[in-house]
C-alpha cells in the first residue's frame, strides 16, 4: 500500500520568514495530494490541494509543489504569521483506491515573534 | 465543516465494554470514514464506506465495527477486542465516492480507559 513520509516533525521560525514542509510517496499511482492544518484540539482542516496533472498551486501565502518523478510533493508558507502555528498533514490517494486517504505523520510549525 | 456532527466530545470506557460513537452529515455526501489519531502518528484509517450498505476495513479494523445503513450516518463502535482504544476519533466524510474530492472532518471524539 501507500506509504507517505513527512519531514520535519517539527519546524519552528521567526515571524514573516517561510516555512517548508516536505512529503515524500511510495505509489507513483497516486494522483491527489492535499494538505490540512490541525490547531490544537481541533479537526483537521483542507488548505490547499493539488491534482497529479498539475505541478503548482498556490493560494494568497500557501503554495504547494509536486514532482512526480521523484514522488515528492511540499507546502510552502510566506510571510507567517503567529496564527500559522499548527500541525500541518500531508496526505496522499492512489488511483482506484475509493478515495482512501494515507496521511504523513505531521510537522508541529511554530511561529515565533 | 458544520456539516459533520460528532457525539460525544468526550466518552470514556470501562474494561469489556463495547462503545459506540457517532457521526452524522448533512452535506449529501457519498462517502465516510473513520480515522484514529495517536500522537505523532497521524491519522490512520479505521473503515470506509463509499455507499449506503458498504463498508470495506482500512489499515487498523481490528477491533472495531461499523455501519452504514442511512447516508448521512456512519456509526463506529470500539469492541472489546479492541485493547488499545485511548486515542482522538475523526470521521469524515467526500462527495462522490470515486473522485478526488476532498475530505472534510468533524470536530472529533476523545475516547478514554477508565
Known amino acids: 500500500g501507500e506509504n507517505v513520509e513527512q519531514h520535519p516533525s517539527t519546524l519552528s521560525v521567526q515571524e514573516g520568514d517561510s516555512a517548508v514542509i516536505k512529503c515524500t510517496y511510495s505509489?507513483?499511482?497516486?494522483?491527489?495530494f492535499p494538505w490540512y492544518k490541525q490547531e490544537l484540539g481541533k479537526r483537521p482542516q483542507l488548505i490547499i490541494d493539488?491534482?497529479?496533472?498539475?505541478g503548482e498551486k498556490k493560494d494568497q501565502r500557501i503554495a504547494v509543489t509536486l514532482n512526480k518523478t521523484a514522488k515528492h510533493f511540499s507546502l510552502h508558507i510566506t510571510e507567517t504569521q503567529p496564527e500559522d502555528s499548527a500541525v500541518y498533514f500531508c496526505?496522499?490517494?492512489?488511483?482506484?483506491?475509493?478515495?482512501?486517504?494515507?496521511f504523513g505523520t505531521g510537522t508541529q510549525l511554530k511561529v515565533e515573534l | 465543516d458544520g456539516g459533520i456532527t460528532q457525539s460525544p466530545k468526550y466518552l470514556f470506557r470501562k474494561e469489556g465494554q463495547n462503545v459506540t460513537l457517532s457521526c452524522e452529515q448533512n452535506?449529501?455526501?457519498?462517502?465516510m470514514y473513520w480515522y484514529r489519531q495517536d500522537p505523532g502518528q497521524g491519522l490512520r484509517l479505521i473503515y470506509y464506506?463509499?455507499?449506503?450498505?458498504?463498508?470495506q476495513k482500512g489499515d487498523i479494523a481490528e477491533g472495531y465495527s461499523v455501519s452504514r445503513e442511512k447516508k448521512e450516518s456512519f456509526p463506529l463502535t470500539v469492541t472489546s477486542a479492541q485493547k488499545n482504544p485511548t486515542a482522538f476519533y475523526l470521521c469524515?466524510?467526500?462527495?462522490?465516492?470515486?473522485?478526488?474530492?476532498?475530505?472534510?472532518f468533524g470536530d472529533g471524539t476523545r475516547l478514554s480507559i477508565l
Open positions: 452535506l449529501n455526501h457519498d462517502a
Open positions: 464506506s463509499q455507499i449506503v450498505n458498504d463498508f
Open positions: 469524515a466524510s467526500s462527495q462522490g465516492a470515486y473522485s478526488n474530492q476532498p475530505q472534510h
Open positions: 505509489d507513483s499511482a497516486s494522483n491527489y
Open positions: 493539488i491534482r497529479s496533472n498539475v
Open positions: 496526505a496522499a490517494r492512489v488511483t482506484g483506491g475509493g478515495n482512501k486517504l494515507t
